[in-house]
């Protein structure tokens, strides 16, 4: 088994009355896609937002590449989420900026002494990665809502991320843009070697990307196992899933 990049021991939150987090468990290896699903309101952002840093659990131990992110001072807590790569709904490109410009914005911010020939390289290696060279000099405006997401996963990969953090990765994309992100997803894993968290509703993008789907249930994780296990499973509460993606779940291919 590879190294484990995200450790999380009995992590627990709540917002005031509303207990969200009650007891999560979950590892992240190298090279590793993990899905996580669960009804709309568990947690699931709450999650990959306590594992970057941008929220405090209550209680519980959250630990990314060995080091407990609680005990991380200000500086080191930047530098941590430099390495993460977070696809969120919300990471939407600057319209004002054409792609080549997008996709430079984070080197440009982040790592000041980088030269026009580096940052070139490092451009054409992410576009090249996602499939969408033409589209360098292009205006968001110009791209059809598959390639928009690419560009944004793109633009997190430049950065030469560890972890990637996909919120709803295919939500709002018609079936076969959902197989290209997909794709992508599973490429840039082999690539890049990341430990990713994919939090999707989507059963076929769970199937076709998770090594591991991990459901959570009631502020924990009731199952984690490869697609076929948790999904093998009789338990009732699992039913809902495909009811809600009208879909009958194929196990056997
Ligand atoms: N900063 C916050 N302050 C107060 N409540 C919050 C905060 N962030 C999240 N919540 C609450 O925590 C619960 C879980 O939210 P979260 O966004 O993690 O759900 P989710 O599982 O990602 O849902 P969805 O599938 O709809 O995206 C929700 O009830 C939400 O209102």
């Known amino acids: 088994m590879m190294e484990k990049t995200i450790e999380i021991k009995n992590l627990y939150k709540s917002f005031g009355s509303l207990h969200v987090l009650s007891g999560v468990d979950l590892d992240v290896h190298e090279n590793e896609n993990v899905v996580v699903l669960g009804r709309s309101g568990t947690g699931k952002s709450v999650l990959i937002k306590i594992i970057a840093g941008l929220l405090t659990p209550d209680r ?4 990314v590449f060995g080091q407990s992110v609680a005990d991380l001072t200000a500086k080191e807590l930047n530098a941590l989420r430099l390495k993460i790569g977070f696809s969120f709904q919300s990471s939407a490109l600057y319209d004002s900026m054409t792609v080549r410009e997008n996709l430079e914005f984070p ?39 598959g390639q928009r997401k690419r560009i944004g996963i793109a633009r997190t990969l430049i950065m030469n991320p560890k972890i990637m953090l996909y919120d709803e990765p295919t939500a709002g994309l018609d079936p076969i843009t959902c197989q290209e992100i997909n794709d992508l997803m599973n490429q840039v894993k082999e690539k890049y070697r990341t430990s990713s968290i994919i939090i999707t ?13 991990a459901i959570l249930f009631d502020g924990k994780f009731a199952y984690q196992g490869t697609f076929e296990e948790v999904f093998g499973n009789p338990d009732p509460r699992i039913r809902s899933f495909y009811d809600y993606n009208f879909i009958e779940p194929k196990l056997q291919n």
């Open 60 to 63: 519980g131990q959250v630990k």
């Open 107 to 145: 080197l440009v911010r982040n790592l000041k002494n980088m030269t026009r020939k580096e940052i070139d390289k490092a451009v054409d290696e992410v576009i090249e990665a996602v499939g969408l060279k033409k589209t360098l000099d292009q205006m968001p405006s110009q791209l059809s809502g």
């Open 201 to 213: 509703h989507d059963l076929t993008c769970a199937k076709e990307t998770g090594d591991r789907v």
